[in-house]
């Protein structure tokens, strides 16, 4: 990143900033850990803060299909991916390919290991990467050394959700794993040299907080290419559809504990996250806490961005997980 070309922004940005966290109503405590996130932001990315209006599509490997079925998606997710199953995934690339794409997110159902497949399909993968080239990135959920080792002849970018309570792990995704084999997943991606972009879901227990940040602990020892947060949603129709987001308090907690465990770290606030007012408010509160880039963000982050004196670059065509834009 470049240095701020304007004095001013070093001068006044992080006091425009401590103005506006003074006016949330947040613990003094909060606030403090707020401001500390955001000046080291402020010191690794200067000025700068990268917006995403254009993620990339996502394609369902299992079309509807999915063993798990977790209480807070149940299958809803999926029904807003192209259909990649039974031999159409080289079709979704191509068309992709030719409207000018420059990505692809292949995710789909988990298997009751906690895997999403993708894995079965690395040869087809290679030589749709080969034909089109298009960078791909990937939902891999828990994955064997044997299995990274398969995706590393064609996946660009790991998208683990790397969960830290076990409580959360078997009574939400209804899996039997632990912890430990979110870890390993981070070792074995490492080794087979796959970048990673670990996602910390904020709230996934409901709203509440539980593993967070002991997620983050995990993720710390693998040194990760970008570290995104995610914001759990309440989704009708599910069993969590009656639960709460999380308060924002909490999830800057989270974030600034992200920002200060990985201060030159792409931090980035996930696409995926609730809407409405409480979107508007958490993008602000984000930035505050010292994210660095936001993918499709609000009106408020453009405003708020404006008031405080941060340059928003614009990125198309692009993941927030990846650090060369």
């Known amino acids: 990143?470049?240095?701020p070309s304007n004095d001013q922004y070093t001068s006044t940005t992080p006091d425009l900033a401590q103005?506006?966290?003074?006016?949330?109503?947040?613990?003094?405590?909060?606030?403090k850990e707020m401001l500390r996130s955001f000046n080291l932001r402020l010191s690794a990315f200067s000025d700068e803060i990268l917006f995403f209006n254009e993620p990339f599509t996502p394609i369902s490997i299992t079309g509807m299909n999915c063993e798990l079925n977790c209480?807070?998606?149940?299958?809803?997710?999926?029904?807003?991916?192209?259909?990649?199953?039974?031999g159409r995934l080289r079709t979704a690339a191509e068309k992709l390919a030719r409207d000018g794409r420059s990505g692809i997110l292949l995710s789909g159902g988990s298997k009751l290991d906690g895997s999403v497949p993708t894995y079965e399909l690395s040869d087809a993968i290679r030589q749709i990467?080969?034909?089109?080239?298009?960078?791909?990135?990937?939902?891999?959920?828990?994955?064997?050394?044997?299995?990274?080792?398969?995706?590393?002849?064609?996946?660009?970018m790991a998208l683990v959700d790397c969960i830290g309570s076990d409580r959360t792990?078997?009574?939400?995704?209804?899996?039997?794993?632990?912890?430990?084999?979110?870890?390993?997943?981070?070792?074995?991606?490492?080794?087979?040299?796959?970048?990673?972009?670990?996602?910390?879901?904020?709230?996934?227990?409901?709203?509440?907080?539980?593993?967070?940040?002991?997620?983050?602990e995990v993720v710390?020892?693998?040194?990760?290419?970008?570290?995104?947060?995610?914001?759990?949603?309440?989704?009708?129709?599910?069993?969590?559809?009656?639960?709460?987001?999380?308060?924002l308090d909490d999830v800057a907690a989270v974030i600034t504990s992200a920002r200060q465990m990985f201060p030159q770290t792409p931090l980035s606030l996930s696409c995926v996250r609730p809407g409405g007012r409480y979107r508007l408010m958490l993008d602000e509160c984000a930035i505050l806490c010292g994210i660095d880039r936001i993918a499709v963000p609000s009106r408020s982050a453009y405003t708020l961005c404006g008031d405080i004196g941060l340059h928003v670059r614009e990125v198309?065509?692009?993941?927030?997980s990846y650090c060369e834009c």
């Not at 209480?71 to 039974?86: A, I, P, V, W």
């Not at 990937?138 to 044997?146: E, L, P, S, Y």
């Not at 972009?197 to 940040?213: F, K, S, Y």
């Not at 914001?231 to 009656?242: C, E, L, Q």
Request: glycine share 6%; proline share 4%.
């Open 1 to 3: 990143m470049k240095n």
């Open 129 to 156: 990467k080969d034909d089109t080239h298009l960078l791909i990135s990937a939902h891999t959920g828990i994955v064997t050394r044997k299995q990274a080792e398969s995706l590393a002849v064609w996946l660009d």
């Open 71 to 86: 209480r807070h998606c149940e299958k809803h997710y999926l029904k807003h991916m192209l259909d990649g199953s039974h």
């Open 220 to 247: 710390r020892r693998y040194d990760p290419d970008a570290v995104v947060i995610v914001v759990f949603i309440p989704t009708k129709g599910t069993y969590s559809a009656d639960a709460t987001p999380p308060e």
């Open 19 to 31: 103005k506006k966290i003074n006016e949330l109503h947040f613990s003094e405590s909060t606030k």
């Open 169 to 216: 792990i078997n009574e939400i995704l209804g899996l039997l794993n632990t912890v430990n084999d979110y870890e390993n997943t981070l070792k074995h991606l490492s080794e087979a040299s796959i970048p990673i972009a670990p996602h910390i879901i904020v709230g996934l227990d409901n709203g509440a907080i539980d593993g967070e940040l002991r997620a983050l």
């Open 316 to 320: 198309g065509d692009m993941c927030c």
